[in-house]
């Protein structure tokens, strides 16, 4: 690597570090503050709701931090005269920053590889540990469409792979042929085993004379297949819980052919997987629009103007994503064609400056 590449990049990477661990002690400061009251007077609980609320802050420091340092590296290049005297050495403008962006690169995969792991659930630990609440997130009330059948789970407790209270309704096109009910079933190897079953069969026709309710009763069957706890969580669109690109997967693949509507699942594989790459792309454009020298611009102005134009954009995108978890939008136009616009636009500044 030159020698121009390894101190750019250097100088990159330490105004990220000042600047992502700036914003991230903000963010942290003001929820702590926000939540001072429900926090347990624990000192090892104030400790984890410390160090989760940092993880839980990554997903939206992360990617402003990239574009920030950016603008903080290049200005402070511009203003000591180092950005013009690279360009009077002969280094083209397409190789000053290449080093940056390689390096908000390699962040933003590292960050999307960390959305595939646990990783991903640290918001949920933060928020239940307020009020003295149990690391288990409890969900509620939940209706799915599975295998042909209806299933309505009155709660399920995903710490311990355990749903309570289901009931599994069997449906031919318009006709209820069995209802089973079950007080508990817990997770193991891919099934859902009841501890008890009680099935009512229905005839195919009700005539009086005829035969009528038919009930089986059964321990320790296998009652559903096929889907973990957390496809469960990801069906319930009041759920508000974490979830890794691992767990939308499972359930984009588990219920695509149960006629479920999976605009919400889309956005969210798409917000963890695709999104965060608007920074590396983000740092690619703005670099061209930097001045050469400060001596005919003024340096806080366009320094202001490049951090609003950061913070639009990043709440634009926001916004588009808020749309399109709520199925307002599609998907694919709410994040996908907004990222691929700025991939296309950078791919084009690259060339004209070649």
Known sequence: MNLYARYVGWVYFKSFLVVFLSLLLFYVGIDLLSNLKDIPSSANT???????????????????????????AKINMVRSNELVSFYALGVSKNALIRPPFF??????????????????????YQKSLIKDR????????????????????KEL???????LSVDIF??????????????????????WYANETNTTYLPDKLELGKAGLTLESGKNEVALSGFKPKSIQSANVADKSSLSVVDVL???????????????ARSMFYSLTIYPFFAPLLVLVLYYYLP????FFNLAFVSFILVLVTLVLWGVLFVLIKF?????????IGILLPIFALFCYSIYLTKAHH
């Open 46 to 72: 104030q400790i984890l709701y410390f160090l989760f609320t940092c993880v839980s802050a990554v997903s939206y420091v992360l990617p402003i931090s990239l574009v920030f340092a950016l603008i903080v």
């Open 103 to 124: 390096i908000a690169l390699l962040i933003t995969i590292f960050y999307v590889g960390l959305n595939f792991t646990p990783f991903a659930y640290a918001y949920d």
């Open 134 to 153: 149990d690391f288990n997130k409890i969900t509620n009330d939940t209706l799915v469409k599975f295998d042909g059948k209806f299933v309505y789970i």
């Open 157 to 163: 407790n995903p710490l311990e792979n355990k749903i």
């Open 170 to 191: 069997d449906i031919n096109e318009t006709t209820l042929k069995s209802v089973a009910s079950i007080d508990m079933a817990k997770f193991k190897d891919n099934q």
């Open 250 to 264: 499972d359930f984009i693949f588990t219920f695509k052919d149960e006629g479920i509507e999976l605009n919400s």
């Open 292 to 295: 050469v020298t400060g001596r």
């Open 324 to 332: 399109s978890q709520s199925a307002t939008i599609l998907p694919e």
